[in-house]
């Protein structure tokens, strides 16, 4: 029993993460449909801001995060406006393309910049482990900052969509674009906030990951997007509570198997649940079939 409780609170950790990167996967796809693959590009340009902003400006964690969620969103905004925008009207399959691209250049320009080698990421916080039920459980204190960062950034992002302006906007749009430009809402700019918040999210699921494994490096965001995708995809692409529920049922289901199987399998098994839910049920566990009258 403590080795299940041991890895479900594992499992969460890893799916505090996969649901950051999620959200904004979702929330692209809800508003434009679509799949913007440069977001775990983004995550891992946020990792390297934060290991800058550590090491040359000596500042925080908090600071470090801060700054790296405001350049992420800056460059998710200019993403959008130079390589989405100009292919709005065009085939889906142009813009998905250029967002493959569009990762490609920021992993190849990520190590001409930086180099191609793993950085040591700056020890922001001093390591210590709470054993609890007489040592049989280990929770180590940077698992609780990574969970307590991450219900706040997901308590703030309902806060964003249910309660302001640019939120409604964005439920707006993402229901029905031509009724939304027709009612006044400015189409661009819902838009570009939602790259915005989406890539501040991948930024700082990619400062939690190198506070959490002390290690970056210029392709550490491809595994995890995919991952992330296929935890969008499980909860149901296009609805911001799918993607938190897929986020963490996928990170519990990767440290299950990695616990009671092996670690080798992880991965394996993270790609046969995308096959199974696209055959199964292909709108997500919390998605709705639509039916499109033609």
Known sequence: ??????QLINGITLGSIYALISLGYTMVYGIIKLINFAHGDIFMVGAYIAFLSVTYLKLGLIPSLLISMIFCSVLGILIEKLAY?????SPRIAALITAIGVSLLLENLMQIIMGADSRVFPRLVAEKNYHLFQGRIVVNNKQIYLLVITVLLMIILNFIVK???IGKAMRAVSQDMDAARLMGINVDTTISYTFAIGSALAAAAGVLVGLYYNTINPLMGVLPGLKAFIAAVFGGIGIIPG????GFSLGIIETLVSGYGSSMYKDAVAFALLILILIIKPSGLLGKNIKEKV
Do not use: D, V, W
């Open 163 to 165: 309660k302001t302006k």
């Open 243 to 246: 993607a938190m529920l897929g």
């Open 1 to 6: 029993m403590s080795t299940l409780i041991q």
């Open 85 to 89: 925008k100009p292919l709005r009207n």
